[in-house]
């Protein structure tokens, strides 16, 4: 029961009586939301605008996929009583709610299609992917709890670096709150070592530093990258990032290819055929290594995939052409050298 009283049906105005009567066919009955915002009119006809602005502005899409998006974006944030709300309309509209109850596995359930997958897919995170044939020298790693590192060079050198991150993070994470270690800070610190050496020792690093960290936003909005060079010198990326000897032929195919919000078969394949084509080759997918961050997991969002999951999601994005797979990715991609 909400805290401010709900304003009786005989109370309200003309109009707004006729919005609660088609609030009550359309849901059944009143929400509550509807008639405490009744107490101040201005509120109430803004939310009403609001709420039918929303209504009508996805009509592109069918209704089915409409929802589900919003309902995947609501499990996402943590809205219970948007989920609570969403059920009820998919319910209300005549759709299949048992369906819900595997939201989470959309990616490889058989019964979310293709339309489905790439609606809900949007909001899932950031590959990296980097031609690596050893299985234990990775040139991908994690950090903290939602930033992972990647880095091309000397192996020796930048794992000495991304151990002195990891250092750097728990301590913050431990003095202060595990919210205030980011991506940035992170970033800053690598760029300021780099530089230092570079400029006072009398061997620099010879490495190349790739620091990503998942935030709310969606899609490539929801990632934040950010490219360090030897000299300390650090730029933010956006959507995807090339790094490396032949950095600059693999960004020509990715620019040629990529595009937001892109499923993880999809990125992949973009990935791997950019990495080939930038010397007329090919690339085995046991040949690469693909980790990555994906908001939807718990605490820590890193992940890593298998040789045998890299080439089953470059499989699943060969046989549906233009990506019927699974979650979404910004694309980034190293090339190992």
Not at 7 to 15: D, S
Not at 34 to 48: E, Q, T
Not at 53 to 77: D, F, I, N
Request: glycine share 8%; hydrophobic share 40%; charged share 30%.
């Amino acid at each position: 029961m909400p805290r401010i009283p709900a304003v009786p049906e005989y109370e309200a105005g003309f109009f707004a009586r006729l919005v609660l009567r088609y609030a009550r066919r359309r849901f059944g009955a009143v929400p509550e939301p509807f008639a405490v915002a009744l107490h101040n009119r201005r509120v109430f006809w803004a939310s009403l605008v609001a709420d039918a602005a929303h209504e009508w502005a996805p009509r592109s899409l069918p209704k089915r996929v409409r929802e589900l998006a919003v309902y995947r974006a609501a499990t996402v944030v943590g809205c219970s009583w948007c989920v609570d709300f969403g059920a009820m309309l998919q319910r209300l509209d005549g759709l299949d709610v048992e369906r819900l109850r595997h939201i989470d596995d959309y990616a490889t359930d058989p019964r979310y299609d293709r339309a489905e997958r790439l609606a809900i897919a949007y909001a899932d995170g950031v590959v990296f992917v980097a031609e690596n044939p050893s299985p234990t020298l990775h040139k991908i790693s994690e950090i903290y709890d939602r930033i992972a590192f990647a880095a091309v060079g000397r192996y020796n050198e930048f794992e000495q670096l991304r151990q002195s991150g990891i250092r750097l993070a728990d301590v913050k994470g431990y003095q202060y709150a595990r919210d205030d270690v980011t991506g940035r800070s992170l970033a800053n610190a690598y760029a300021n070592a780099l530089g230092a050496a570079f400029t006072e020792s009398p061997k620099p690093f010879e490495v190349e530093l790739l620091i990503a960290e998942v935030t709310a936003g969606d899609g490539a909005d929801g990632v934040e990258l950010y490219h360090i060079l030897y000299d300390g010198s650090i730029t933010d990326e956006t959507g995807y990032v090339a790094i490396g000897g032949s950095a600059e032929a693999i960004r020509s195919r990715l620019e040629a290819a990529y595009r937001d919000a892109m499923p993880l078969g999809d990125a992949l394949r973009c990935a791997q055929q950019a990495l080939a084509g930038a010397e007329e080759r090919s690339i085995e997918p046991g040949r690469l290594e693909v980790a990555g961050l994906d908001r939807n997991r718990g605490r820590r969002k890193f992940f890593r995939l298998t040789a045998d999951e890299v080439a089953a999601h470059l499989a699943d994005s060969a046989t549906d052409g233009d990506g019927d797979s699974t979650e979404d990715t910004t694309g980034d991609t190293d090339d190992g050298s």
